[in-house]
């Protein structure tokens, strides 16, 4: 098929039509293209079907097929269930159960039909049952459309179901789609990327991973499809950063007096092997004459705002100016403190602005920043703001850059003349995310810790130890160090029965009499909490009470106490940064998981990851396993496409071999002109730049 006949509606093919290219537009299936790539979501193999007669309760998922003899829905106290029975020999008989989604499912199986049902075997009234079992309607279809005994299974939704496009329509539309044009396919990948990586033809694999003959073909089909997929992706990320690298950018060169100053004269301490590895690799792009785009990941504690000070510094040596935006004020100001420790001593000025900057320092700062006095500017998105003019920006760091948007890291950008990105991150990331997400960026990773930092010894404890675990805060304190006690709620709640901060803050100030107890949540005014943060570091007050508002950033060294209250309502890396607020001095320290005792399984695996490790980066392969890619933030990421087959978690080895032959191709042909590449150049074209799939990666 040529590209153009990819591109054509759906509603021409045999087995479609008007009202059915309808209800497809709703999923997202428009065109010949999206047709194809509606991958099955798993396959029936007759082979592998198991027979009711040796089900075992509690064992694996497995698949049965049978016959539908008994449909029934039943009234309960909590509404509806929908049951069935299902036979798959004479005698030989289960039963399923829906209690969700009972009016939906009622309607589209009926007695009579003959259905393959996947789930785990359980004991329901006394027999062999599966509840909310996977279903698809199985008919006889004949020997053209079986293709062997694997039948391929695709998505379903109601619209789709209520529209007869079931997974029988589709493997008749799909058959006939191939019957009539499968032999005017063509291969969309060089010769010698199939070659290099012995990839199936893609013609075959389109076929296959839809009929496939057999077990050992739907693998291969199924690996070609997902290097392909993988394989564009990369492509375009090879391309951002080829033409981005194309473009000229501030020449900065290091060993300047204020870089030399700092790290002689200021610093007390030595640069870690990761620290001095990311500034060489710093000072490589800013001094290169092309414009710096660059990832910084570092676990917590591991120092990247001495590496990002330093880098700072080489763009004020050389006449310019450096900015540093972080997403919350309670950073910034942490920044704020840190970077005029280090800078005032060398006589170079930083200036804090955010929404909280009074409209007449605002004015000060504004004036001394276009004017070239302010050397170095901290603050929240309040620096991308209208009036904020930069007489010589040089240097753009953004910390927590996931929190911040495409358009807000753009603005930022705009505010000087293509000056150097540096991202900063504190959340590690799995290599496999980092290579999709930030794959067109060049990344420095530090793992380790500044010497002198202590290890924290973790431990989870059940409500009963709550006093022992006082004791353990009240010798804290007498010894004259400080403790954190975060909360996952601000107020009490009447929906979910869990402590909070304010009552825990009264609580607590009644535990321990005689000694200052602050408290600090997202809902407080800033002075408030500039004021009780201040106590804290300071270290009037020695406890304080919070929510996840000090998750990044604060940096107490006497710290040396943490409990997480309902630790098992927190997510893995948001568990890991809390705790990434202790072990930042000089004496040991402890995190306390304060859990309920009837937890689920993930959350068990959370808390014992909690235990086990304080290695950021195995903690997030352990959190993406277990919230998924496209939960991993929290959010959904800006820039993380939706992938129809690969899936960047169990798919790393792929991904590695098509990034590798992406950016050969790309280097080897950078405009993708040579005539061996023209297919494969109309393919990317069409079905990747066009389609949005583009990275806009400002930085």
């Known amino acids: 098929m040529s590209v153009s006949f990819l591109q054509q509606p759906v509603q021409f093919l045999k087995g479609v039509g008007p009202r059915r290219a309808d209800v497809l537009k709703e999923e997202g299936i428009i065109t010949v293209a999206d047709l194809l790539s509606l991958f099955p979501r798993r396959y029936l193999d007759r082979t592998s079907v198991q027979a009711i007669r040796d089900l075992k309760a509690g064992s694996d998922p497995v698949t049965v097929m049978g016959t539908v003899v008994v449909a029934s829905l039943i009234p309960g106290r909590r509404g509806k269930r929908f049951e069935i029975v299902v036979e798959d020999e004479p005698g030989r008989r289960m039963k399923c159960v829906w209690f969700q989604g009972v009016a939906w499912i009622s309607r589209v199986i009926e007695k009579g039909h003959r259905l393959a049902l996947h789930g785990k075997p359980s004991r329901y009234g006394g027999s062999l049952s599966f509840s909310h079992p996977d279903f698809d309607r199985i008919d006889e279809e004949g020997p053209s459309m079986e293709t062997g005994r694997i039948i391929a299974l695709y998505p379903g939704t109601a619209n789709l179901q209520k529209a007869g496009l079931t997974s029988r329509s589709f493997r008749r539309i799909i058959y006939e789609l191939l019957k009539e044009h499968g032999e005017e396919l063509r291969e969309n990948l060089p010769d010698d990327v199939l070659e290099a990586d012995g990839l199936l033809d893609g013609r075959v694999a389109r076929r296959a991973v839809h009929f496939p003959r057999n077990q050992e073909e739907l693998k291969a089909a199924r690996h070609r499809l997902k290097f392909e997929e993988l394989f564009f992706f990369q492509l375009m990320l090879a391309t951002t950063r080829t033409k981005r690298e194309a473009l000229p950018g501030l020449r900065v060169p290091g060993g300047g007096v204020l870089e030399t100053r700092f790290v002689d004269e200021i610093l007390p301490f030595r640069f870690t092997s990761a620290q001095e590895r990311s500034l ?187 006093e022992r675990v006082y004791n353990m805060m009240r010798e804290e304190v007498r010894q004259g160090r400080q403790c954190y006690v975060v909360f996952p709620l601000v107020e009490e709640s009447e929906k979910l029965d869990l402590r909070d901060a304010v009552s825990g803050h009264e609580h607590l100030s009644e535990e321990f009499p005689g000694v200052s107890v602050e408290l600090i949540h997202g809902r407080m005014k800033a002075p408030e909490k500039e004021e009780a943060m201040a106590r804290f570091v300071a270290g009037t007050s020695p406890i304080l009470v919070s929510t996840t508002v000090i998750e990044v950033g604060v940096d107490v060294p006497a710290a040396t106490f943490m409990l997480i209250e309902h630790a098992e309502r927190f997510g893995l890396s948001q568990l890991h940064q809390l705790r990434g607020r202790i072990g930042r001095g000089e004496h040991a320290s402890t995190c306390i998981l304060m859990a309920e005792y009837r937890q689920s399984e993930e959350s068990r695996r959370r808390l014992k990851a909690m235990e086990d490790t304080e290695d950021g980066f195995r903690i997030s392969e352990i959190d993406m396993e277990l919230r998924g890619v496209g939960d991993f933030f929290g959010t959904k990421q800006s820039g993380l496409p939706a992938f129809r087959i690969a899936d960047i978690l169990q798919d790393q080895s792929i991904l590695e071999s098509a990034r590798e032959a992406a950016f050969k191709l790309m280097a080897r042909d950078p405009g993708l002109t040579a005539a061996e590449n023209r297919v494969m150049r109309d393919w990317f074209e069409t079905f990747v730049l066009s389609e949005g799939l583009r990275l806009s990666r400002i930085g």
């Open 280 to 466: 060489v690799e710093i000072s490589a792009d800013m001094d290169s004459g092309k414009q710096m785009n660059r990832l910084l990941q570092g676990d917590v504690g591991s120092g990247k705002t001495v590496v990002a000070a330093t880098a700072a510094l080489k763009a004020i040596d050389a006449g310019h100016q450096a900015v540093v935006m972080a997403p919350t004020e309670i950073l910034c100001e942490q920044h704020f403190r840190s970077l005029s420790q280090l800078m005032e001593p060398l006589g170079v000025r930083v200036g804090l602005l955010t929404g909280s900057t009074s409209a007449a320092n605002r004015r000060v700062l504004l004036e001394d920043l276009s004017s070239g006095r302010l050397s170095l500017l901290v603050g929240t998105h309040a620096v991308i703001q209208d009036g904020v003019e930069f007489a010589s920006l040089a240097l753009a760091v953004i910390d927590e850059q996931h929190r911040f948007g495409v358009m807000q890291r753009a603005t930022l950008f705009d505010k000087g003349t293509r000056p150097h990105m540096l991202l900063m991150t504190a959340t590690p990331i799995p290599r496999s995310l980092a290579l999709t997400l930030y794959g067109d960026l060049h990344v420095s990773i530090m793992r380790e810790r500044p010497p002198g930092r202590q290890p924290i010894t973790t431990k989870m404890v059940r409500e009963k130890e709550r």
